[in-house]
């Protein structure tokens, strides 16, 4: 274990990485100071707090280095696949072969945040006709109108079908530009009828198994494109051995996960836990060092839960947290309110469920694919909402509005309904946009009341 785990500021950082060089701590090729990066525009980074590990800074550095990353890849030939929507499905398939890397476009919906506006690419997406009703991943047109986030893609792959209007309509318009892209229809996920045959999917959800074989047979369509791409054939054995690696990076945060919501203190901040998280989607474009930079990050969170320290106070209300935040502050925010996050469901809880290895690789990844929270009810979304909160023990849950996203408009009001019918907890709702510095007072009173509410909730009721 590092020092006393705490959270510190971008500069106490620089101090600090100073203090790790001359101590003679290993440092990654993508390692260095965490302030480099400010360089790039990344100004948000002044205005977060991060957790002291080493572990964390390989962390940030290797979330922070992901488009240099990409630049490697085409110089060495590598072929790049933009994979946009399914969040975990296609990458799988990708890095199963050795001349592919890939990523998510739509990840550019944090660049508005992380560059406090500065890059212009929500101005790109009005000029084009794609407003703020739509969702602030419509900050991806302007990163491919510009080419200044990441490398354009060789191919790029879209799921439509059960997806949100905002996606099919952002990805649209992105044809409309210019790129080819390869479509694959994802079905809305339902129950099966009593004379069809149910698989249970990963993660819980059931779907009829016609539903598994159509999904499979989409994805065979992505197979052969990749194959053709990189004209290397993607035999059963290496999906295997791919899906063998996910699943090595969805335990490992599994393991985390479980330790960071349910240890007494909590080990690790949730910003740092956010972004562990998203490396199941995509690997940020390397899968060998997520592994390692996960491994990294699971052995400091055990040191801290078995030595009994952690970042915030021993009484921090549990709070359970739905949807990712457009504004990464926020998860700092909750914290710096007394809060800790006891549990997630940040839109793929499917790229975190492994991926069974005892179905035929691109069965398993069907299914996988189809325990897409976003593909099916919200009643479904909640269902296992309820069950995770029931898992990790949190006291409260905050469901964080996407602004102008169309899934938002009445899912909240169901998983809100569903869970205070469930288990009796508070649920409030915020909406969370890309900067939140002019609505950071009210944001802050709303969750210090949520603290204050859980506090109040833990007294004994006078006899
Ligand atoms: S509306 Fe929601 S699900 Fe759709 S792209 Fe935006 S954040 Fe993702």
């Known amino acids: 274990m590092s020092d006393a785990p705490k959270r510190i500021t ?5 101090l600090q990485y100073e203090k790790l060089r001359a101590a003679g701590a290993p440092q990654p090729y993508y390692g260095g100071p965490l302030s480099r990066h400010l360089k790039d525009g990344d100004r948000r980074l002044l205005k977060l707090s991060y957790d002291n590990s080493a572990a964390a800074l390989r962390l940030w550095n290797l979330l922070l280095t992901e488009e240099d990353r990409l630049h490697e890849a085409r110089a060495s030939g590598r072929k790049i696949v933009g994979t946009m929507k399914d969040l975990g499905t296609v990458p799988v398939m990708a890095y199963s072969l050795k001349n592919a890397v890939a990523f998510y476009p739509d990840g550019a919906w944090w660049i508005p945040c992380v560059m406090e506006l500065g890059a212009g690419l929500l101005e790109i997406a009005d000029s084009l006709g794609i407003d703020e009703s ?47 892209i390869l479509w694959w229809e994802m079905p809305h996920r339902r129950e099966p009828e009593p004379d069809e045959i149910a698989v249970t999917l990963p993660g819980g959800f059931v779907a009829p198994k016609r539903q598994v074989e159509f999904v499979k047979s989409q994805l065979q369509g992505i197979k052969t494109a990749l194959e053709e791409l990189t004209g290397e054939r993607l035999y059963a054995e290496k999906l295997s051995e791919g899906i063998r690696k996910a699943n090595q990076v969805r335990r490992c945060l599994s393991e985390l996960r479980h330790l960071a919501f349910t240890a007494q203190r909590c080990p690790i901040p949730a910003l740092e836990m956010l972004i562990a998280e998203m490396l199941a989607i995509h690997f940020c474009s390397d899968r060998q060092e997520t592994i390692a930079v996960l491994t990294e990050l699971l052995d400091e969170v055990k040191a801290r839960v078995q030595a009994e320290v952690g970042v915030l106070e021993v009484d921090a209300a549990r709070i359970f947290w739905v949807n990712p935040v457009a504004d990464l502050q926020v998860m700092n925010l909750l914290e710096d309110c007394g809060g800790r996050i006891c549990g997630t469901e940040y839109l793929f809880s499917h790229a975190l469920d492994e991926v069974p290895e005892d179905s035929p690789p691109l069965d398993a990844l069907a299914q996988m694919a189809l325990a897409d929270p976003m593909v099916g ?6 269902q296992r909402i309820c069950a995770d909160i029931s898992l990790f023990g949190a006291e409260a849950v905050v469901i964080s509005r996407i602004g102008g996203a169309s899934h938002c408009a009445l899912e909240g009001q169901v998983i809100g309904e569903i869970v205070q019918d469930e288990l009796d907890i508070p649920v409030i709702e915020i909406e969370v946009p890309p ?9 802050r009173t709303r969750l210090e009341a949520l603290v204050e509410t859980v506090r109040a909730r833990r007294r004994p009721v006078p006899k």
């Open 10 to 14: 971008l500069e106490q950082w620089d």
């Open 134 to 180: 739509f969702c602030p991943v419509r900050a991806m047109l302007g990163a491919f109108v510009t080419g200044a986030h990441f490398p354009l893609p060789d191919m790029l792959v879209c799921s439509v079908g059960a997806t949100c209007d905002d996606f099919s309509a952002i990805a649209q318009r992105l044809e409309g530009l210019g790129p080819e």
């Open 377 to 382: 009810s919200s009643i479904d979304r909640a």
């Open 435 to 443: 900067v939140t510095d002019s609505m950071r007072p009210t944001v």
